[in-house]
Structure formats: structure tokens, C-alpha cells
């Protein structure tokens, strides 16, 4: 019976460790929502910028606010998408050490101990 509980314990362990991970990917993942929203409003300001005459209108101007803004939507795009998958990977991480902790068969003392 030690054994099962050690190989549960590092069952636990190693769930606990790879929810650190997710938690910190999510993270990531969030921040570059952030970074793509920038992007989209930094080129769809500078294309405005250049539609209602307050930059000089030149090639490279267009294309970086063009590339800025599709750029900027598709990278919001993924890591929206990439943070839900994290997030539901977490979830079942979580009901599996859950369901690990729960396979202790822990008993509780409560206040009768005393």
C-alpha cells in the first residue's frame, strides 16, 4: 500500500508541476491578446492618420498600417483561441489531482482528536 500512495503522491506532484506550466502559458498567451489588440489600433490609428491628411500619405506608410492591423487581429486571434485551449487544459489537469487527492482516501480527524 506505501507504494500506490508514494506513486499517487508523485502522480499529485507531477500534476501540480505541469499546472504551474498552464498557468504560466495562459499568462503568455494573454499577454499577446494584449500585444495584438495594440497592433490592430496602432495601424487602423495610423491608416485614419493617413485618410484624414494628418501624416503624408506614402507607400510604406499604408503598408505598415495595413500589415499592423491584419497583424495585429490575427495574433489576437490565436492566442484568444490558444488561451482557451490552455485553460481548458488546466481545468482537466485540476480534476485529475483532484481526483488523485481524492484516491488517498485521506480521513479527516476534525475536532473529535482533541
Known sequence: MYEADTTLAEQIERLEAEIDELREAIRRSRRLVVVGRACAF????????????????????????????????????????????????LKRTEDERIAAIDALKLVELGDGGR
Not at 49 to 70: D, F, H, K, S, Y
Not at 75 to 89: D, I, P
Open 42 to 89: 496602432a495601424g487602423l490609428a495610423l491608416l485614419a492618420g493617413l485618410i484624414l491628411g494628418l501624416a503624408i500619405v506614402t507607400p510604406i506608410r499604408m503598408i505598415v498600417g495595413v500589415t499592423l492591423a491584419l497583424g495585429g487581429l490575427v495574433l489576437m486571434g490565436s492566442s484568444v483561441g490558444s488561451t482557451r485551449q490552455l485553460q481548458l487544459s
